[in-house]
């Protein structure tokens, strides 16, 4: 039976993307839920590097940098804002990621990278090995070309996380865990709210945010058709200070965690990228070759220990792009597809669904849009329609 008192906004999926959203439009004086398969963060958001680099990996994905650099600038006064909301540490670190070559021949590229990088308004510089050895002395000596990106920064994804769900539910959202959205609730040409397996809850506005298994929700696969994506990881622990910066080569990335109270530091070497379904096993060809890759850029790390090995599941579109924003089926909303740029993505993503739904923000124009282009991650660009969508009623 429905609740009753309908929701302004129902959420399905309580990961970082889900929970930042809901407490956002919480701030703005909604009356939200959010339904979770299981424990709200254990998908993808506990599972991930905590990377905030804007950076384009390939040409392909140069349509999201103006999204991932807004998002980025707006990191500061967010952790800022969550932290002094919850008292809750975020694990924010501001050391900039330093993009490490050890092959000749992709070095030789990294100049001309550097130049796109600051076209597109990224701060970038290039270094020479020597300099690169001064920033990050635990580099080895076959750097062939280096880069620093001053202005990224990275976080712990599991702490911030955990912050983000507390300020959520102090900001008074209701959780439902282990209440799995199975669809969406139709009612002719609009979107009622969700059909969980606890029953159906009444909603203004349905946003699906559920990650890789939003494709699995009738009524919404044909806007956010995502699939998942794994990632295997391994933690480190270094016998000291190691490293500073996010280091990214080729091969691996590193990321440096600050150290908790009564905990050592850790460094994290990830992530690979396979299409296996939605199986999360760690299998020791992959481990293998993630600790081989972070010797070579480190070879201090020989002789550590090995704390942890894990894997999550990305949620992957066709094009590896987010799918964001309004459907043509009134009242539903997507907000799914983050690919490896969740975290990073997280504040920008909460910002606009609050513009789409309140209209109360500076970043809407006179015509009630986002000021950023969001068109090349619109949930109709893959030809469906409302008529595709077919939800419960």
Known sequence: MPTAKPFDAAIAGGGLIGAAIAWELARAGLHVAVFDRAEPGREASWASAGIL???????????????????????????????????????????????????????????????????????????????????????GEAVHAAALRPEEASVDPRLLTAAVLEAARRSGVAFFPGSAVQAIWREADRCDGVVTSAGKFSAKTTIIAAGCFSAGIEGAAAYAPVRPAKGQMVALRPPGPAIKRVLWSEHIYLVPRTALPGEGGRILAGATVEYTGFEKSVTPGAVQSLIEAAIALAPGLAGVEILETWAGLRPDSPDHLPILGPTDLEGLFIATGHFRSGILLAPITARLLRDWLTGESRSLDADRRPSLDTSPFSPLRFGNSRDAASGLS
């Open 53 to 139: 680099s804007p950076a384009p990996e390939n040409p392909a994905m140069l349509p999201l940098v103006p999204l991932g650099l807004t998002s980025l600038r707006l990191y500061p006064e967010w952790i800022a804002k969550l932290e002094a909301a919850t008292g809750l540490p975020t694990g924010y670190r501001t050391n900039g990621t330093l993009e490490v070559l050890l092959d000749p021949d992709t070095a030789e590229a990294l100049p001309a990278v550097v130049a796109r990088h600051r076209s597109l308004g990224l701060a970038c510089e290039l270094l020479s090995p020597a300099e690169a050895r001064k920033l990050e002395p635990a580099l």
